[in-house]
Each structure stands twice: as C-alpha cells, then as structure tokens.
C-alpha cells in the first residue's frame, strides 16, 4: 500500500524563477491539499484540490498554482520565487468519501531553496 | 480570523508524562488533530477528537473541550523518541480546509 509520495526531494532554484512540485497521493485517496511550513513553524494550507478542481484557497498569492490529473495526482507550480518561498512543501492525501474523522496522509515534503 | 495556539518548546523527563495544550478560535469546527513531526520528516497522524472528552490511544491521549476551544495531548512513559514536534490542526466546517498551529517541540532528557 503506497503512501504519498512527493518529488523531488530536495530542489535549488533562484529569484525569479518557475518550479513544479509533483505530489501522488495514498492509493485509494482522491483529494489532494498543499501546505508550505517554514522552520519551526506549523504547516500552512495553500489549496485544496479534489475531482480536479481547486476546492479551497489559503492565502497565498497567484503565483502559487496547482493542478490534478484524473489518476488523482497533484502539481503545485510558483511563479516568479522568491527568497520567502524557501520552505518545506508538504503534500497531503484524503477521502473525501472516508468522513471528516479521516486524518489526511502527508508524503515526506520537497525541501525548496531559493538563492 | 482563525487562530491556533499552543507553546513553542516544552521539556520534560524520560518515564515522566507531559501535556500539550492547544486552543483555538476558528469559523465552525468539524473536529482536531493531533500530529507528530519528527525534524526532517512528515507530520504523522496521532489522535483525532470531535466530540468533548478524552480520547485515548496507548500511551497518547487527547482531550477536546469544544465549549472552551481547548484540547491537549498527554503523553505518557515518556520515550526519547518522543522528542519532536507536535502540532495541533483543526478542520471548521465539513470538508474545509485543516488549518495548523505552529507546532510545540517536545525536547526529552533522559
């Protein structure tokens, strides 16, 4: 039973510059949240995504932007980074189906740094 | 505006117990969890509560006070691989978004 992975692990990137963080989710789940947690700080929600579509929005900017394919997968796309997008971006998987109780699944995070 | 609190940074003794308090002020409530981070690592699950009263699970137990917007986690026979980070997160209304507090690092001494 595949848990929820992320790729890549670790990525280096500059100012001003694009970056795709890819996201498979726990067989069986079909909903799909990004968070971005800074050192020492808690996760924060960026957006939702369930039957391909943005359910829910944190706030963050437009230029952070996602997608899901029809096999459940995930994408989260930055545009333009920044210094303060250095972060661990952590991906997380639910079923929507399996009732508000179901913990969501977090796969180990893509390590972003930006130079 | 929604808000979660709990301390930074606590330290307690390996065998002892200790509890994590966490409160909260959001738009609905449709239930809290705990998690537990190891540094480096991805946050695991540990207890969800959506009904007043205590729920418990080994040496982990969670508590909810909805009236009061209150819960803690208790962890009991502290172990050194207790040490990490454990965060409280709170889900409002059906199917929204869970939003996290920052996190308290649990330091152990053995």
């Known amino acids: 039973d595949a848990g929820v992975t992320q790729s890549p692990t670790h990525l280096i990137k500059t100012r001003g510059q694009q970056v795709t963080l890819r996201c498979s989710p726990k067989s069986g789940h079909d909903t799909v949240s990004w968070y971005q947690q800074a050192l020492g700080q808690g996760p924060q929600f960026i957006f939702q995504y369930y039957e391909e579509e943005e359910r829910q929005r944190g706030n963050f900017p437009d230029r952070f932007s996602g997608h899901q394919f029809p096999n459940y997968s995930s994408e989260l796309n930055v545009n333009a980074l920044l210094l303060g997008d250095s972060a661990l971006y952590l991906c997380?998987?639910?079923?929507?189906?399996?009732?508000?109780?179901?913990?969501?699944?977090f796969g180990d995070g893509t390590r972003l740094s930006i130079l | 505006g929604q808000n979660i609190d709990q301390p930074t940074e606590m330290t307690a003794t390996e065998g002892a117990i200790v509890q994590i308090n966490c409160t909260y002020q959001?738009?609905?409530?449709?239930?809290l969890f705990w998690y537990q981070q190891h540094a480096g690592e991805a946050p695991t699950f540990l207890s969800y509560n959506v009904l007043d009263g205590l729920e418990e699970k080994g040496r982990f137990s969670s508590f909810l006070s909805r009236s009061k917007g209150y819960s803690y986690l208790l962890l009991k026979e502290l172990q050194m691989k207790d040490s990490a980070s454990y965060l409280c997160?709170?889900?409002?209304?059906?199917?929204?978004?869970?939003?996290f507090g920052k996190g308290t690092r649990l330091h152990i001494l053995p």
């Open positions: 959001t738009s609905g409530f449709n239930g």
């Open positions: 997380a998987s639910s079923l929507v189906a399996g009732g508000s109780n179901q913990p969501q699944h």
């Open positions: 997160a709170v889900r409002g209304n059906r199917d929204d978004k869970i939003i």
